[in-house]
Every structure is written in C-alpha cells, then in structure tokens.
C-alpha cells in the first residue's frame, strides 16, 4: 500500500522559506518510472502543479514559480523536500504531494499521479 | 502553458442522472489528459488516466473520452457519493496544467 504525508509549518511569514517534507512508504524513488509531485491549492480555488521529481534525477518546475522551488529527494529516509523562496499572502494554500507512475499508452508514456497525501495548510500572514 | 477549460464550471444534477463534464485544451495534448475527483477537505483522487482508462478501484460508471483539445468525463448513473468537484489534468507539457473545476452540486 503506498502512502504519502506531507509535513511542514502552518504558519510562515513573508519573505521566509517554506520547507515542506513529503514522507512516502510502498515504494522507492529508485523504481524505474516513479516519482513523486508537489501541488498546491489556494482555499476555495483549483489545484496548481508545482514540481516533481523522477527516479532517474529529472527533475521539473512550475514555470512561473521555478526561481523559487528547489525540490529534492532523500532515499534513505524516503522523502522528497519542498522549498519555496520568499513566500507572499498569495502562496496561502494546502500543499499536496503525489505519487507519480508513468502509465504506457500508444501514446507514450503518460503521467499520472495516484494516491496523494492528506494534504497541509500553510497560512502566509505576519 | 497549455490552458485547460473545464465546462460546465458548476452543475446540479439528482442521483440516478446521467452527466457529462467537458475539457478543452488549448493546443493538442494526445491523449494526455487525466481526472480527478475531489471532496470537501480531502485530497484528490484519480479516476481516468490517458483519457479513457479507468484507475483501478474506480467504478465503471466514470468512463473517459476524447484526444487532442477536447475530452469528456461521463458519469452514466449518479451516486450520492458522486457529488464532488472534478478536475482534468494535462500531463502532455513539461508543465503540468489543471482546468479550474466543475462543481457537482445535488439537485
């Protein structure tokens, strides 16, 4: 059964660092064709996909948020972090991270992120 | 980024209804278009990957059509359970985009 829990601060205040930590069990980051995303989710507004990591080191950003990501993995405690730089009020949202598994179509291989974590709130407020 | 527009962004339907949500991208994405239900408070879950399969676990009801810019999600008989927000996912960019969600509200 794979799991995945994000953990991190609740409150943070602008300008500082958010560090977010996504414990996962049930698989390895080491797996061909695994990783794992980060996604957030302002109250009451759609889902936003922020970055993710993949078995082989590839790892992706959100354009418009990639100065201030930086995503990394630790295989021995199988955990991905999450930093996100300078935060602001607008980054106020639940942050999700996702297991991804590569699904082969005749289409190539197309992403799918399943099962997600619970899921934390971060509030951005001085 | 590749735009994802889902239609309708709310509907009210009563159980036993047969409905359908649609997803338009902005450019060809094949067939890379995922969907997502989702409940008050809870995280996401997948229903249909590559457009049309369904994810294991997932009942039949929920089926899945379309490629290049325009998909569907079908729910051919509605379950109280079933009221939820839906969202699609492009998996086709680099960039992975969300359309902004249909609301299934009872009716």
């Known amino acids: 059964q794979i799991t995945l829990k994000e953990s991190g601060p609740t409150l943070v205040k602008p300008t500082q660092t958010l560090t977010l930590t996504c414990t996962f069990s049930?698989?390895?980051?080491?797996?061909?064709?695994?990783?794992v995303g980060w996604f957030r989710q302002p109250p009451g507004m759609a889902l936003e996909w922020l970055a993710s990591?993949?078995?082989?080191?590839?790892?992706r950003y959100s354009p418009s948020l990639r100065s201030r990501l930086t995503i990394t993995n630790d295989t021995s405690k199988n955990q991905v972090v999450l930093t996100m730089t300078n935060m602001d009020p607008v980054d106020t949202a639940t942050y999700y991270c996702a297991h991804r598994h590569g699904a082969i179509t005749i289409s190539g291989v197309v992403d799918r992120f399943d099962p997600w974590g619970q899921g934390t709130l971060v509030t951005v407020s001085s | 980024d590749i735009q994802m527009t889902q239609s309708p962004s709310s509907l009210s339907a009563s159980v036993g209804d047969r409905v359908t949500i649609t997803c338009r991208a902005s450019?060809?994405?094949?067939?890379?278009l995922n969907w997502y239900q989702q409940k008050p408070g809870k995280a996401p879950k997948l229903l249909i990957y590559a457009a049309s399969s369904l994810q294991s676990g997932v009942p039949s009801r929920f089926s899945g059509s379309g490629s290049g810019t325009d998909f569907t999600l079908t729910i051919s008989s509605l379950q109280p359970e079933d009221f939820a927000t839906y969202y699609c996912q492009q998996t086709y960019s680099i960039s992975i985009t969300f359309g902004q969600g249909t609301r299934l509200e009872i009716k």
């Open positions: 049930g698989f390895s980051l080491t797996t061909s064709g695994v990783g």
């Open positions: 450019q060809t994405i094949s067939s890379y």
């Open positions: 990591i993949y078995w082989n080191g590839d790892k």
